[in-house]
């Protein structure tokens, strides 16, 4: 067999390998998408878990380290409004 023809077997096999794992992750998203609904369905709202879902991902540090620039954030958004309210009255 030449070289062109091992080559082109090895990346027929890699393709294939891709393409059923496009397959099951297709699948899976189905799934993803059946569970939402079924929450959805229960009343609870799909935005909050997913939101639960991004913050269980992230370890305990990176969270609250997100949580203290949220909240350093918004408390100067409120300041600068009311230096904005201050100067206008």
């Known amino acids: 067999m030449s070289d062109s023809g091992l080559a082109g077997g090895r990346i027929r096999s890699f393709v294939e390998r891709i393409e059923n794992i496009e397959a099951e992750i297709a699948e899976l998203n189905e799934g993803k998408k059946e569970i939402f609904a079924e929450a959805k369905g229960e009343g609870f709202d799909i935005k909050i878990i997913k939101e639960i ?29 009311a230096v904005e309210e201050a100067k206008a009255a």
């Open 53 to 81: 879902i991004k913050l269980r991902k992230q370890d305990e540090s990176e969270r609250d380290e997100h949580e203290t620039l949220l909240d350093l954030y918004m408390k100067a958004m409120d300041g600068a409004e």
